[in-house]
């Protein structure tokens, strides 16, 4: 059974702040997806991650996979309040079965 | 990408009765997936619904509780039936974006579902 473990499952950060949010998994897979939600919202898909060594930047996000470590991160540049909301990571280890993180919930403050 | 119209977005029903959530997509896809959210938790993939055959079921989920719909490409249909409070939860469809080579999967906007 994959199990796909987010860490930490809740992060208060300060603006202006770094951090890496970490997303390991047990079964090996070189499909890999971060999406964000807002409370009360569904999941805005932020990247494909879809090859060993893959990273992918969008503004203050970027996210890397390493296949062979199982093992993917988010990181944060320079925090903002906007930020603010739950990350998940999820695994395809094929048959389009995706394997949902807990999550990560992001607190951004001033 | 994919756009999923999905509804209702929001319901209160009385335990014991069902509820039909519809998802509606752009485009046409070969498969479609049913998730719950429950309140606090991640997402649990309830099945997958292909057009012309049976839902596949994953663990802890039956048929006879959540029977899904696939008339076409486009469309599908979940119930969630004789419901009680444990059934409060965010159900949402997804879809895979192929279009180009693969890629992500999209959610529709979820139902947010209370049992009373």
């Known amino acids: 059974e994959l199990k796909v473990e987010q860490n930490p499952l809740f992060l208060s950060m300060q603006e202006g702040k770094n951090y890496t949010i970490y997303c390991n998994y047990s079964?090996?897979?070189?499909?890999l997806y971060w999406y964000r939600q807002d409370p009360g919202k569904s999941l805005e898909s932020l990247f494909v991650?879809?090859?060993?060594?893959a990273v992918k930047q969008e503004g203050r996000l970027m996210a890397s996979l390493d296949t062979k470590a199982r093992l993917s991160t988010l990181h944060i540049t320079a925090a903002v309040h906007d930020l603010s909301a739950t990350y998940f990571c999820?695994?395809?280890?094929?048959?389009?079965?995706?394997?949902f993180g807990k999550g990560t919930m992001l607190l951004v403050s001033p | 990408s994919a756009v999923i119209s999905q509804k209702p977005s929001r319901d209160i029903c009385q335990r014991g009765t069902s509820l039909t959530i519809q998802c509606q997509v752009d485009?046409?896809?070969?498969?479609m997936f049913w998730y719950r959210q429950q309140p606090g938790q991640s997402l649990t993939l309830i099945a997958t619904?292909?057009?012309?055959?049976?839902?596949?079921?994953e663990s802890g989920f039956v048929i006879d509780k959540f029977p899904i719909s696939r008339p076409n490409l486009t469309f599908s249909t979940l119930t969630v039936s004789n419901m009680s409070p444990e059934d409060s939860s965010i159900y949402l469809c997804?879809?895979?974006?192929?279009?180009?080579?693969?890629?992500?999967?999209?959610f529709g906007s979820g139902t947010r579902l209370t049992v009373v």
């Open positions: 079964t090996t897979s070189d499909r």
């Open positions: 997804s879809v895979e974006d192929s279009v180009g080579g693969p890629g992500g999967y999209t």
């Open positions: 619904a292909n057009q012309g055959s049976e839902a596949t079921y």
């Open positions: 485009s046409q896809v070969t498969m």
């Open positions: 999820a695994v395809d280890i094929g048959y389009s079965t995706l394997t």
């Open positions: 991650l879809l090859s060993n060594g």
